[in-house]
């Protein structure tokens, strides 16, 4: 069973930084196009960034430079550095693995993100 384990959400002042990660198995990480997602209450899912297993990246417009998604490749984890947050990045933050080729894909449990004063 495949699964995308993430971490590093919680609670941030205006301004403040997030580090969130995602864990996946080898034969995913180094297969499928890893990217982010978030869902605001209310909203729905809208793409924040995605990377190529070739470290290709593209970014949300509401999100360029402040956030930055990088792979570790010796530990399959995928990284979203958030920078700047402001509160309407408020959100569940959700991780995704994608394969166009195998029409397949996987989603993480989801991560709350608050930017709150």
């Known amino acids: 069973q495949v699964q995308l384990v993430e971490s590093g959400g919680g609670l941030v002042q205006p301004g403040g930084s997030l580090r969130l990660s995602c864990a996946t198995s080898r034969d995913i990480f180094m297969t499928y196009y890893m990217a982010w997602y978030r869902q605001a209450p209310g909203k729905q899912r809208e793409l924040v960034a995605n990377?190529?297993?070739?470290?290709?990246?593209h970014y949300a417009d509401f999100v360029k430079g402040r956030f930055t998604i990088s792979r570790d490749n010796a530990r399959n984890t995928v990284h979203l550095q958030m920078n700047s947050l402001k509160p309407e990045d408020t959100a569940v933050y959700y991780c995704?693995?994608?394969?166009?080729?195998?029409?397949?894909?996987?989603w993480g449990q989801g991560t709350q993100v608050t930017v709150s004063s």
């Open positions: 990377i190529t297993r070739s470290s290709s990246t």
């Open positions: 995704n693995a994608d394969s166009p080729a195998m029409s397949s894909t996987y």
